[in-house]
């Protein structure tokens, strides 16, 4: 399968805890994104990486919310203290830095908060 | 401010043709999307159009651009039960592609 893959495809966690996804993107791909959806809500961005560097940031990622892409590959989301509010499913996507037809998406990260 | 909006819900029947209106607010828009999500699953996406255009057509999908009224529309034609799903426009401002997105239409199926 050479998709955007994400894990855990669901994750149950008590508020206060610490949460962290995974996403692979597609091989070839050195553009990373991070982006949040709520139930009957569209995608809302979180972040961006280019290769390994983060370029940009959105306000809604606040400062429990940290992403890395240590070697321009793989790419980590953690979520610290979780609130119910986090309750979301949590989409990667990958894309490439000319190719403006190459935005693909993960199944995504269902994270519910109780 | 940036913002994408679109109807809430669809139905047709089976074999007339689907049309999903989009409408979008910045003029600096450089590409428009159609992503297509089914229930649990992540975001496919269908097809794009550049700000540049007016009309692209990809076998039963043709999407429609006006960009003096801010209007995008994406038809299916011969609209089958696996095109159930929500359908959503997004809008991308600047080289990053940093998407803008609706809060997509709900596409229903009659038999």
């Known amino acids: 399968d050479t998709g955007v893959s994400q894990d855990p495809r669901h994750k149950i966690t008590k508020r206060g805890q610490n949460v962290t996804f995974r996403c692979d993107p597609i091989s070839e791909h050195n553009r990373l994104y991070w982006y949040r959806q709520t139930l009957g809500q569209g995608p809302e961005f979180l972040t961006y990486f280019q290769n390994e560097a983060q370029l940009e940031k959105s306000r809604l990622l606040s400062d429990r919310f940290s992403a890395e892409r240590p070697k321009g590959s793989f790419s980590t989301l953690e979520i610290q203290r979780t609130e119910q509010g986090d309750s979301a499913m949590y989409l990667c996507?990958?894309?490439?830095?000319?190719?403006?037809?190459?935005?693909?998406f993960g199944e995504g990260s269902w994270l519910t908060v109780v | 401010g940036e913002d994408v909006e679109q109807s809430l819900f669809l139905s047709v029947r089976e074999g007339d043709s689907s049309v999903i209106n989009c409408t979008y607010t910045?003029?600096?828009?450089?590409?428009l999307y159609w992503y297509k999500q089914e229930p649990g699953a992540g975001l496919q996406l269908l097809t794009y159009?550049?700000?540049n255009m007016d009309m692209k057509q990809d076998q039963r999908l043709t999407v429609l651009l006006n960009k003096k009224d801010k209007h995008l529309s994406l038809r299916i034609a011969d609209t089958q039960t696996g095109d159930s799903a929500i359908y959503f426009c997004a809008e991308s401002l600047d080289s990053n592609y940093q998407l803008i997105w609706g809060a997509g239409t709900k596409l229903i199926i009659k038999p």
């Open positions: 159009i550049f700000s």
């Open positions: 910045d003029s600096s828009s450089t590409y």
């Open positions: 996507a990958s894309s490439s830095a000319t190719g403006v037809d190459t935005i693909y």
